[in-house]
């Protein structure tokens, strides 16, 4: 299972960073402009982190890149598209991309967000 979910994790990433080129293309013409800020997707563990279930999980989260967010009780992972650009929508068309393959792939569901700089 760790394989399909590191592949689709690959294909996911592959896809938020042409998602968010082609965001910058189509309404900046490829500039970075536009409001700064952040993107990213967090994940909704299915086990405690306790069980054994758990542990595979965070371990298999933790290789892709996630990490714990703030209340402990999800994970997340910044700018899925690994865009240079500071532009937000870029980056959140980047991480909705990252959602969607994610799921079509894995069937995990995360859940993409943004914010202003």
């Known amino acids: 299972m760790t394989s399909i979910i590191q592949d689709a994790h690959a294909k996911a990433s592959a896809a938020?960073?042409?998602?968010?080129?082609?965001?910058?293309?189509?309404?900046y013409g490829g500039q970075d402009a536009g409001?700064?800020?952040?993107?990213?997707?967090t994940y909704y563990p299915a086990f405690k982190g306790n069980t054994s279930d758990g542990r595979a999980e965070r371990r298999t989260m933790e290789a892709l890149g996630f990490r714990k967010d703030y209340t402990g009780k999800a994970w997340q992972l910044w700018?899925?598209?690994?865009?240079?650009?500071?532009?937000v929508d870029s980056k959140y068309a980047g991480a909705l991309e990252y959602a969607?393959?994610?799921?079509?792939?894995s069937g995990i569901k995360v859940y993409a967000g943004d914010r202003l700089d």
Request: with cysteine; charged share 15%; proline share 3%.
């Open 16 to 27: 938020a960073a042409l998602a968010a080129e082609k965001f910058l293309a189509t309404h």
């Open 79 to 87: 700018n899925p598209s690994a865009s240079y650009a500071q532009n």
């Open 35 to 41: 409001a700064c800020g952040f993107a990213w997707v």
């Open 100 to 105: 969607k393959v994610l799921e079509a792939e």
